[in-house]
């Protein structure tokens, strides 16, 4: 016990004697916070229209109206011309073309059936969708006022309706950085715990300390533990300095225990130290490291579900999930800060991370070798 | 009397590469014992054997009277390597490098002060200086200080004296001649075969073999022909000529001048006779005792003829 209080003390006069890294480790947290967090957003706002009427009627320019004084959507430009529309989409300078054909007023006027026709860049298919979604529900409110004056100039004929009311729980005003911040948190303690403490590794490998201590009678275990401790600790503060920033910048709400979320976090830093020192035992130089661990980081952390819902990916890569540290903890800071779950919502969460941690840490151990 | 170390049949390659080669020596206890060799002659590879750093493919290491495959645990309680590269934390400072490696080996600088005192001395007024910034000679003694904090009965140096101005280098042997007192057996191994002298056996190890084991005084008799060391203003001229002559059986540049023996160890007159012959008329021809680069470099010959 006695060793591994002496190597911990060692490792923190370390790292912070670092100049860079001791003012980086607390630095970054706060910068990634500031910066990602509002950035970071699904939210569609000012789709650019570039609008077509071929009709100008009261009819059309009243759509037209409704489309403008929409939240989502901007008329950006006006023209009769399909060509320069068509150019304006292929620039980027508008997101969609409406074109009203001559005769829309006058359909209407006659109770039959009035046709526009909607162009929308696809590049990205999932905004396009948004706008189209979103266009639908504009179309669907000009149709309520079409028929209610309808219903006033004609009011013998009976109109049956469905009417929902919703609400969004968990997030009633449908702020996406309440979304992202748990999310981001996640990524932060990822950070921490794949990089710094698997180069502080292989570094004493580069520079042949590792020699030194191989000849000590300082036990495997106690020297991977010492290489965690550190990291572990830093991640746990780096958490914390980010929980403070969510309530002070961005007013995030907390729903369930703060205790709960660290232990959360403190069982995935252990797993995920124990697959960077794993890492770090294959790895000869840090450049090798630095190489096999971003790679790594970056597929934990696309898949882990922080952009993309966890459930519409395809099954193999839900079940690659189910060894992904990061995947778990993304639900678990979400479900324990937005929803307010308690031990027993997440238990299964806890115990695949457990399950991890246990398993890497002693492959690091038993692959790390004093002997060559 | 139980033997320090018991090494028989020790082999270890690298791919293809034989780095040591039916290594088979024994070192006494409480004795310097040196290994001489050229780099890459398998010094280092045989170091990290001793120190259970390495597994041999072959063969049976025994040091103070463990294996070092099997007693790995209790052999590395009692030793103390020095490797090659200064390895010891340069964001550390002096002192807190010693610590740490007494503390790692649960000890107490204090509790053997004794033993590193005469070294130690050296660089305590430098003991809140970061080891990185420290000299050459420096950093060497912080490291035999913190090599031998724990009191080991075995230290292992691997070439301590590689880099080290010749001032510091006698020094250094002076502080391993003072730790023989402390009843430490030293085995160093190093590229300069001034240093030979300063050791009580050497072992000269060339290409993974080793090629005698002997004190230095029996080594340097078992050159097994006359000397002659022959100097002259023309020196490579000199050397060329020599080696033309079919009579000369080994010619090299020692210094200032050049050691050279004969195949039918015949008389220093024909030498001279034969550089006048040929236009060499400043030669100076003395007959000389055989240090124990030129033993060496007659078992180099002969290894490689065998």
Request: proline share 4%; charged share 20%.
């Amino acid at each position: 016990m006695r060793t591994i209080f002496y190597l911990i003390r060692k490792e923190f006069l370390q790292i912070f004697r670092n100049k860079f890294i001791s003012k980086a480790v607390f630095a970054i947290p706060i910068l990634q916070m500031l910066i990602l967090v509002p950035a970071i957003t699904f939210e569609l706002k000012n789709v650019k229209l570039a609008i077509i009427d071929k009709d100008m009627t009261p009819e059309s320019r009243g759509l037209i109206n409704k489309l403008d004084g929409s939240t989502f959507f901007k008329i950006a430009f006006s023209t009769f011309s399909e060509d320069e529309a068509n150019n304006l989409l292929l620039r980027n300078k508008c997101n969609m073309i409406l074109e009203i054909n001559p005769g829309f007023g006058k359909d209407i006027g006659n109770g039959k059936q009035g046709k526009l026709l909607a162009t929308i860049d696809a590049v990205n298919a999932s905004s396009a969708e948004l706008t189209w979604a979103y266009f639908n529900g504009v179309i669907r409110d000009y149709n309520t006022d079409l028929i209610k004056e309808n219903i006033i100039t004609n009011p013998v004929v009976p109109f049956p309706r469905i009417e929902i009311t919703n609400r969004y729980w968990y997030n009633e005003l449908l702020n996406y950085k309440y979304y992202m911040l748990p999310g981001i948190l996640v990524i932060l303690v990822t950070a921490i715990g794949f990089l710094l403490a698997g180069l502080n590794m292989v570094r004493e490998k580069e520079i042949g300390t590792i020699e030194q201590i191989n000849v000590t009678p300082v036990r495997k275990y106690h020297f991977i533990i010492a290489k965690m401790a550190p990291f572990l600790l830093i991640g746990l503060t780096d958490l914390a300095l980010g929980l403070v920033i969510g309530k002070i910048a961005f007013n995030i709400p907390f729903e369930g225990s703060i205790l709960l979320m660290f232990l959360g976090s403190t069982i995935f830093l252990i797993a995920v130290l124990g697959v960077a020192l794993f890492i770090s035992t294959f790895s000869g130089t840090q450049q090798q490291y630095m190489f096999v661990a971003f790679f790594c980081m970056i597929i934990f952390i696309l898949m882990s579900g922080i952009f993309t819902p966890y459930e519409s990916m395809p099954i193999w890569a839900q079940d690659f999930n189910l060894i992904n540290p990061v995947a778990y903890l993304m639900r678990i800071n979400r479900m324990v800060m937005l929803k307010g779950s308690t031990i027993y919502d997440i238990s299964r969460e806890l115990c695949s991370l457990i399950i991890i941690a246990i398993s890497f840490t002693t492959l690091a151990v038993r692959r790390y070798r004093k002997t060559a | 009397m139980i033997k320090a170390i018991e090494s028989s049949g020790i082999a270890k390659s690298f791919g293809p590469t034989k780095a040591l080669d039916d290594i088979t020596f024994s070192v006494n206890e409480s004795e310097i014992f040196g290994f001489i060799g050229p780099d890459g002659a398998g010094k280092t590879t045989l170091f990290r054997i001793i120190t259970t750093l390495l597994l041999p493919d072959k063969g049976n290491m025994k040091v103070l009277g463990m294996d070092a495959t099997s007693d790995y645990k209790e052999l590395r309680k009692n030793i103390g390597y020095m490797p090659g590269r200064f390895s010891l934390y340069q964001d550390l400072s002096v002192e807190e490098n010693l610590n740490f490696y007494a503390t790692v080996f649960g000890t107490t600088v204090k509790e053997n002060y004794d033993l590193i005192s005469d070294i130690y001395s050296h660089i305590e007024p430098f003991r809140k200086r970061l080891a990185g910034k420290l000299s050459g000679g420096m950093k060497q003694k912080l490291a035999l200080s913190c090599a031998l904090i724990h009191k080991p009965r075995l230290l292992v140096l691997d070439e301590p004296t590689t880099g080290v101005d010749a001032v510091s280098r006698s020094e250094f042997w002076d502080m391993l001649s003072k730790l023989h007192q402390h009843n430490i057996t030293i085995i160093v191994s190093t590229p300069y075969m001034d240093e030979a002298i300063r050791c009580d056996r050497v072992a000269l190890i060339q290409n993974g073999k080793i090629l005698s084991v002997d004190t230095p005084q029996n080594i340097r008799a078992g050159f097994s022909r006359k000397l002659f060391t022959v100097k002259s203003v023309e020196k490579y001229k000199l050397i060329k000529t020599l080696r033309k002559n079919p009579e000369v059986l080994t010619a090299y540049p020692f210094g200032d001048s050049i050691h050279v023996t004969l195949i039918n160890d015949a008389s220093d007159n024909f030498l001279l006779g034969y550089l006048v012959s040929e236009g060499i008329s400043d030669a100076v021809i003395q007959e000389a005792k055989a240090g124990i680069e030129d033993r060496f470099l007659e078992l180099m010959e002969k290894g490689i003829k065998a």
